[in-house]
């Protein structure tokens, strides 16, 4: 590959690579392009039908079908709740998928291709069979390719499990989905789109895609399959003993069978998780905050440990040279000069493409007018890159690891830039073999360079919230760990000053380090993943942040992994929380919304559950005293829409910042019990004293009503608690709901007056419900209290 002059800049000869902008043209419409596979997408058309054509849905229809064919036809109130439920789903997850989509064009992933011998950047679905595409440090390879020329690492831990770095050298090939961790080449696309090693392995994967779902989706899924598992015999028992054992009519008993089988179906469960977390995405993407994973949010809300990157997340991602000093501290211009030129000459030869080489190169500049006969690209795990010239090598990186023993002789000079919180490199001459680790001995130091990042604007309040919610920071750098405590310290990260240089550490001290230590420096990817491995064992959930490609691995093992736009683009890709416009401010916001959803639906998932558990067990009370269910589904339907619809809908918009704690389904289990047990006993009760005193099986299903909505308002105060004004008027405007409800659509919702010995009855348990209830609360939260004490010691 030519190099010319041209205009005060050096400019590249492509005129042997690429095809021209006709060709791709022609082999994009023949099906060559590289249109990318995504197994998590979801089309307009499967939203549909994942909100029409379910199981319940299918329930319901029956249930209408058969009440329709009874003549029941005020019992079919339900049928409205039900179309609304599935038309809010559909409308709030295609506005998100459209908030979605929008983002994904923003922040589309690009590739620089070679057409008509110019370089162009182009999305990377639009490239096509036979490109030709230069790649370069952080670079994720888009389609199966073969390298023409040019030399890079890349790291294939995504696809294969092995994080070692693997040279590639000409017509050695590459797959895609793997990354280029240093070094720049130009690779020529032989398997694009569906073909390429990737899509095949996401299309295999397609199917696994429920293993990725969050403690809270699987605990609700936990409720929904038990309740449709249980919802068929018991409503084939209660219709075969209603016709056959009590003799009733076909039309006498399908609207108690329906009745109970509502109950049952937490119908509204699945609506509110889309539409919760549909309104978060959407409120998250005007903040500039990207969703790869929606089950992140959870994870976030979740999160206790949250290590971070110094660069790129604590320091913003420019990078200037502050100073360049001899190595011998003499002032000796023409030696300081001729230094600098060989620097120059260096950095020319040397492919790397990253922060660092563009501050050198604008500093120093860079020159390719010297060949070289080798040179090794910038390595993370090695911290040095080196160029062989003619008549000898140079190095340049960390200075405790070109210098080795020779360290201590010039530990002054660099302890002083480091307690800074400068980085310092080390530019020297090398006498040795530049493979692996370098022998110091060897080492002639030339230059000290120092490099400075500024502090985000924001870091400090944002290390601030995170101590102040009890959630942990790890600071997790390359750089040496004075430097990196001292920029932790001015960002205002607690225990600043534990700090240890993990170059140090093997793999038996990790876990220890990881519980006394909060700043790690000279980490190497490998144990970068360790660290966060260790962690979780712990029994933290980590979040990891990062934007570079020695960050990926740890990012992919975390419980979730944020990444900053301007970082690398297979950091991006990793992610799956993006920063658009890589703001680290931006994360209490994200924890905020997290810690909302998951609170504001434990709430309502508890009110759920209160129904779903009663009705359950008056259903089996009713199989076993061979009783009709006592009550009605238009009665089900207006309790239902004032203690669970409209409170969960309003409760759910409103802030929650309580932190996350404990398991979900046991949280909302123990929670609903008291109230469930409460409703059970009670018209339990209510139906055996109303039988023993002949009371009218009408205004039996009346009373049932009113005690239900009254031990509802209950347990929606409780779970509200503390009150505030915005609950209070959510709450009382329910309770007018419901009575002008009774009192206006008496007819609708089945409510008629009731007899002397039925109002004194229902007197008397309504009364008795407050007592029973406050003592049963007692009692789970006690049993609540020991499952969280039995979690800590065991998980």
Known sequence: MATTFVNGDYKMDYSNYGISSVKARELYASGKGNIQVDNTAKTTLDIIKE?????????????????????????????????????????????????????????????????????????????????????????????????????????????????????????????SGSFVV??????????????????????????????????????????????????????????????????????????????????????????????????????????????????????????????????????????????????????????????????????????????????????FGFTTSRSCVSFKPFSSRYKYSSVEFDDCRYVLGAPEFILGEKITDYQDTIDKYTQKGLRVLCFAEYDGDAEGVLDGKLSHPLFFITLQN???????DTFKYFEKQGVDVKVISGDNPVTVSEVAKKAGIKNYDKYVDASTLNDNDIPLAVKEKTVFGRVSPEQKQKIVMALKKNGHTVAMTGDGVNDILAMKDADCSIAMASGSEAAVQAAQVVLLDSDFSHMPKIVAEGRR?????????????????????????????????????????????????????????????????????????????????????????????????????????????????????????????????????????????????????????SISYVSKPCIMLFVLFAIATEPFMRYLTKLFRFIELKFQIYFLKNY
Not at 82 to 99: D, H, M, P, R, T
Not at 114 to 140: A, C, H, W
Not at 714 to 740: E, K
Request: with cysteine; glycine share 6%; hydrophobic share 50%.
């Open 51 to 175: 909100n029409v054509f379910t199981y319940f849905n299918l329930i319901f229809f029956i249930m209408a079908v058969l009440l329709i064919l009874s003549g029941a036809f005020n019992s079919l109130t339900f049928l409205p709740v039900i179309i609304c439920n599935s038309l809010i789903g559909i409308f709030q997850e295609i506005k998100a998928k459209k908030v979605l989509d929008k983002l994904n064009v923003l922040n589309q992933s690009t590739a620089v291709v070679i057409r008509d011998g110019e370089e162009d950047i182009i999305p990377i679905n639009k490239l096509v069979e036979g490109d030709y595409i230069i790649l370069t440090s952080g670079s994720q390879i888009c389609a199966d390719a073969v390298v023409v020329e040019g030399e890079i690492s890349v790291n294939e831990a995504l696809l294969t499990g092995e994080a070692d770095e693997i040279n590639k050298v000409k017509d050695s090939e590459l797959m």
């Open 182 to 363: 240093s070094g720049k080449c130009i690779a020529r696309l032989t398997r694009v789109g569906a073909d390429s090693y990737i899509s095949k392995l996401m299309l295999k994967a397609k199917n696994m895609s429920k293993a990725l779902k969050s403690e809270m989706v699987k605990s609700i899924d936990y409720i929904v399959v038990a309740a449709g598992i249980l919802i068929i015999p018991i409503g084939i028992a209660l219709f075969c003993q209603s016709v056959f054992v009590q003799g009733n009519s076909f039309s006498e008993s399908v609207p108690s069978v329906v009745a109970a089988l509502i109950g049952m179906i937490p119908e509204g469960l699945y609506l509110l998780l889309s539409i919760t977390l549909g309104l978060s995405t959407i409120r998250l993407a005007k903040q500039k905050v990207m969703l790869h994973d929606m089950r992140s949010i959870e994870t976030l809300a979740r999160v206790d440990t949250v290590c971070v990157d110094k660069t790129g997340t604590i320091t913003d991602n420019s990078m200037l040279v502050a100073e360049a000093v001899l190595a011998n501290n003499e002032e000796d211009n023409e030696l300081f000069e001729a230094t600098c030129r060989l620097l120059s000459e260096y950095l020319g030869c040397l492919p790397d493409d990253n922060i660092t080489m563009h501050a050198l190169e604008d500093y």
């Open 454 to 460: 500024p502090i985000r604007n924001a870091a400090f």
């Open 597 to 749: 959803d998951i609170n504001n639906i434990e709430r309502t998932a508890t009110l759920f559950l209160v129904k779903n558990i009663f009705s359950l067990l008056l259903a089996v009370f009713s199989i076993i005293n061979v009783l009709i269910y006592p009550l009605q589904p238009s009665q089900i339907t207006i309790v239902s829409l004032v203690n669970i619809g409209i409170p969960g809908f309003f409760l759910a918009m409103e802030p929650n910042n309580k932190r996350i704690d404990g398991h979900f389904l046991v949280k909302v289990l123990l929670k609903a019990m008291p109230a469930a047990l409460t409703d059970f006993f009670a018209i339990a009760a209510l139906v055996v004293f109303s039988n023993t005193f002949g009371v009218e099986q009408t205004d039996v299903s009346v009373a049932a009503t009113f005690l239900l909505a009254i031990v509802g308002f209950i347990i929606l105060t409780n779970i509200s608690s503390p009150l505030n004004a915005y609950r209070l008027r959510v709450i009382f405007g329910c309770m007018i709901v419901f009575v002008l409800g009774a009192i206006f659509f008496n007819d609708l919702f």
